[in-house]
T-cell receptor
Framework: ETGVTQSPTHLIKTRGQQVTLRCSSQ?????VSWYQQALGQGPQFIFQ???????GRGNFPPRFSGLQFPNYSSELNVNALELDDSALYLC???????????????FGPGTRLTVL | AQSVTQLDSHVSVSEGTPVLLRCNYSSSYSPSLFWYVQHPNKGLQLLLK??????LVKGINGFEAEFKKSETSFHLTKPSAHMSDAAEYFCVVSEYGNKLVFGAGTILRVKS
């Protein structure tokens, strides 16, 4: 069973650029959540995708967008990068049967984004 | 909205002594609570979870936590610290719809 994988592991961009981060969910999982972890802080929920539809969003501006594909992998896109977007971006997958109930999330190792 | 407060940003213990990492939560209904551990350059790993069953929850690597509704607390303990326990620990509450809300984290240092 393959765990959650993310690519790339590290990325350096400049202000104003756009970036795409990728996540492959664990086999059998249908839901992907994205989190941003700034240095010295706990992860913050960006959004979740369930069966290719956005299923909840945290307090992030619209320039943070995402996709989920039929194979349940996912992308996080960030436009017009700002210095404060520098962070570790974590992806977590889960098998959701009932969206309202708890379903364990399994985290990938993250992508470290640096914005200069 | 639900939230968690980790009362200590850093905890330092000697190897072989007990570990206590403190967490208080705020929730408008019966919460699901978790502790995750993050080792340097590794992903988050679930230590244990409380989902309204037994209030004393046992997790991996000898860790346990007790849900105390009257105190709105979910402290993490381990009887005897090991060097490999040095890491950052996050107390987490789950909101409706599987959104996880993380605390700010507690860095555990284990001295030999």
């Amino acid at each position: 069973e393959t765990g959650v994988t993310q690519s790339p592991t590290h990325l350096i961009k400049t202000r104003g650029q756009q970036v795409t981060l990728r996540c492959s969910s664990q086999s059998g999982h249908n839901t992907v959540s994205w989190y941003q972890q700034a240095l010295g802080q706990g992860p913050q929920f960006i959004f979740q995708y369930y069966r290719e539809e956005e299923n909840g969003r945290g307090n992030f501006p619209p320039r943070f967008s995402g996709l989920q594909f039929p194979n349940y992998s996912s992308e996080l896109n960030v436009n017009a990068l700002e210095l404060d977007d520098s962070a570790l971006y974590l992806c977590a997958s889960s098998l959701v049967v009932q969206p309202s109930s708890y379903n364990e999330q399994f985290f990938g190792p993250g992508t470290r984004l640096t914005v200069l | 909205a639900q939230s968690v407060t980790q009362l200590d940003s850093h905890v330092s213990v000697s190897e072989g002594t007990p570990v206590l990492l403190r967490c208080n939560y705020s929730s408008s209904y019966s919460p699901s609570l978790f502790w995750y551990v993050q080792h340097p350059n590794k992903g988050l790993q679930l230590l244990l979870k409380y989902t309204s069953a037994a209030t004393l929850v046992k997790g991996i690597n000898g860790f346990e936590a007790e849900f105390k509704k009257s105190e709105t607390s979910f402290h993490l303990t381990k009887p005897s610290a090991h060097m490999s326990d040095a890491a950052e620990y996050f107390c987490v509450v789950s909101e409706y719809g599987n959104k996880l809300v993380f605390g700010a984290g507690t860095i555990l240092r284990v001295k030999s």
